[in-house]
Structures are given as C-alpha cells and as structure tokens.
C-alpha cells in the first residue's frame, strides 16, 4: 500500500490492497502501515497512518475462513484513491518513514498474545481428549485403557506444561524488565515461543483428531468442540509471522545480541 502528499501538503492519498486483516470487516478506524517512500527499503520508508473506514474509496471483502475464524472478520481491503489528512500520522509528521519501528515495538506482545491463546487452545485439546477417551470404549476397553492411546494423552499435556512454563518465565520477564530492556533482550526468545506453542497446537489438535476418529470431523457430534479447534490451526499459526519466520528471526535476533557482546 502506498501513499503520497497532495500538493496542498495537508492530504495524504492511498492506493493498494492489504490482506489478512484481522477485524477489518468491523473495524470503524485502522492503523495502516503505508509505503510513503518508495526509493527507500520498508523498514525505513514506511509510515502508520490511521485511516476512517467510511472514506471513499475504501471496500472490505471477508475472506472465506472456517466458521470461527470467520467470527474474527478478517478481510481483504482495497484503497483507491482515499484521501486522509496528514495529522492522521500516528505520532505526527516527525515520525514520517518511522512507522516500521513502531510496528516492531507491538510485536512482542501481539506474539506473546498469540501464543497464550495457540496454548489455550492445545489445552483444551488435551481436555477434550481425555474426557472423549475415557468414555468411548473399542474392542471392549475404554480407549484410555489402550496403552497407545495413554502415551498420545502424556505426550500431549506434557508439552502443553511444558510451553506453559516458558510462557510464563517469559511474561514475568516482560513484567519486571523497563520496556527498553524487554525489547532489546526478549524479542528473540518470543519469537522462539510463538514458533513452539504453534507446533504444540498443531501437534495436540493432530493427535485429538486421531482420538475421536470419524467423530473429529462432525461438528453435530461430540467432536464439535475439538472439529474447530482441529480445522483452524493456521488461523493461529500464521498471523504475526508464520514458524518458519519466527525460527529464523528467533537466530537472526539472538546473532545481533551476540555481536554486541
Ligand atoms: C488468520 C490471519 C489473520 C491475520 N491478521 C493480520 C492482521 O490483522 N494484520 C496484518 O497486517 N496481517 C495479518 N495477517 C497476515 C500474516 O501476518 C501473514 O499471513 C503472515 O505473516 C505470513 O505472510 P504471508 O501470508 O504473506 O505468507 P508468505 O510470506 O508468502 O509465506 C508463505 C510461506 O513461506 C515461508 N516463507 C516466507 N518467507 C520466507 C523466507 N524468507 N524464508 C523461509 N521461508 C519463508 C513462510 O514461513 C510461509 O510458510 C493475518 C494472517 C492470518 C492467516
């Protein structure tokens, strides 16, 4: 998305798409990240500006998620030609082409709160299926009483202890530390954690599907519970950097700290 001065030096106008954006279809007001120089590199041409969503020229389009993702209204915007006022720079014009820094002062904490929720979510995973396997019985035992099906059970709730733990050695951190400190000492290792807690969700919601069987896929049936969960990992995974990003960012972070020692 980029966005220019008019000539009169009070009117910024936008034009471009952005993608994924979380409840957009609600939103009365966002804070877009716009290119506003593009002979520069994004980190350092990039402004945030907030944008009236009942401008012309604005259109949201949802984007097709499963049933609970969509409640989050996350959408397709287009801007053609939307005219906003420049005081709408958040922080005012001194911090035109800053908006990449300020978007990297959030992250920690948009990560740290996607994490919280992938952990949540696992756990229920694990409740589920505990519950599920203590009642549904095969071959004349209950499948808690199956030797594999108790190794899936530990296996999960010890990796959802396990990240729990993390999260909070990470939030007391992020507590205690000045918010200078945080950021220059607790970015990589979030980026650590997101990437975790996600393949922990993903692993958990796995092995609950393989738990119920048929019934993981009938939101009618008692799978209707786990069914999203198992459906809308990604919808979790993803947003604020997908794993892959969060790994590699995890290691390009912790090598800028070390060659400052
Ligand atoms: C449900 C949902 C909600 C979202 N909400 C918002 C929102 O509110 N606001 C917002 O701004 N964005 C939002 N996003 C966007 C989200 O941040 C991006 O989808 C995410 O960062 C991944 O970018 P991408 O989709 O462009 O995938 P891509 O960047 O195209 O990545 C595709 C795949 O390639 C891998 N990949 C990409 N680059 C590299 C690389 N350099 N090296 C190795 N592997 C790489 C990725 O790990 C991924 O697996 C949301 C996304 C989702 C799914």
Sequence with gaps: TAAVFEDDGRTIRINGVKKWITNAAYADYIVLACRTDMSLPAAVGTTLIIVDMSLPGISVRKIGLGERAAIAGTSYIEFEDVRVP????????ANLNLGFRQLMHNLNHERLYLSTLCNRLSRVCVEES??????????????ADHDVIKAKLARMATRVEQTQAWMESIVYQLTTMSRAEANENLGDIICGLKAEVGNVYEYCAGETT????????????????????ADNTKAYVIPAGATLIMEQQ????????????
């Design 86 to 93: 420049a005081d709408n720079i958040i922080g005012g014009r």
């Design 130 to 143: 505990f519950k599920y396997a203590v009642k549904r019985k095969t071959f004349g035992k209950r499948l």
């Design 210 to 229: 393989h738990i119920f069987g048929g019934n993981s896929l009938d939101s009618r049936s008692v799978g209707r519970r786990i069914q999203p969960l």
């Design 250 to 261: 995890m290691t390009k972070l912790a090598m800028k700290r070390h060659a400052k020692l």
